[in-house]
C-alpha cells in the first residue's frame, strides 16, 4: 500500500503513504479504506509505544470521519495518532490525515484492547 511508519516516540506514532493506482476504488478515487488502514496504523503503534514488553493489542473500535477525499492528486499523506488515555486492558487513542498541501482529509477515534501474549 506504499505506507511508511516515519516516527515514534512515547504516545504517539506518524504514518505517511502516497496513494496510487492499486488503492483506487472503482471510480477512480481512493478507496476509504487506505486512510483507514492509515489512521488504524497511527492510533495503533501510539498504543504500541507504551506497552510493556509481552504484551499485544488488537483493535476495538475504530471510528473515521472522512473530511475530504484523497486521489492521485493528493500527493503524500500523513496520518499522525496519539493516545487519549490508556489503562492496563483499554486504550483511547485518535489520529488525523492531512494531505501534501496540509488539508484535513479524515479524523479518527480508536479502542484498543490491551493483552498478555501467550509465552
Known amino acids: 500500500m506504499n505506507i511508511d ?3 515514534v516516540t512515547r504516545g504517539t506514532a506518524i504514518f505517511e503513504g502516497e ?3 492499486s488503492v483506487f476504488n472503482p471510480l ?3 478507496h476509504g ?3 483507514a488502514t492509515l489512521l488504524d496504523s497511527a492510533c495503533g503503534v501510539a498504543v ?3 506497552m510493556r514488553p509481552g504484551q499485544g493489542y488488537s483493535t476495538l473500535e475504530l471510528k473515521i470521519a472522512y473530511h475530504r ?3 492521485e492528486k493528493s500527493g503524500r499523506v500523513r496520518a499522525e495518532g496519539r493516545i487519549v488515555s490508556m489503562g492496563r486492558r483499554v486504550a483511547f487513542a485518535e489520529a488525523t490525515l492531512h ?3 496540509n488539508k484535513l482529509c479524515a479524523t479518527a477515534t ?3 484492547l490491551i493483552f498478555d501474549l501467550p509465552r
Open 110 to 112: 480508536s479502542t484498543l
Open 48 to 50: 504500541h509505544s507504551q
Open 19 to 21: 496513494p496510487d493506482g
Open 69 to 71: 477525499g484523497l486521489s
Open 99 to 101: 494531505h501534501s498541501q
Open 28 to 30: 477512480g478515487s481512493v
Open 5 to 7: 511508519l516515519v516516527e
Open 33 to 35: 479504506g487506505y486512510a
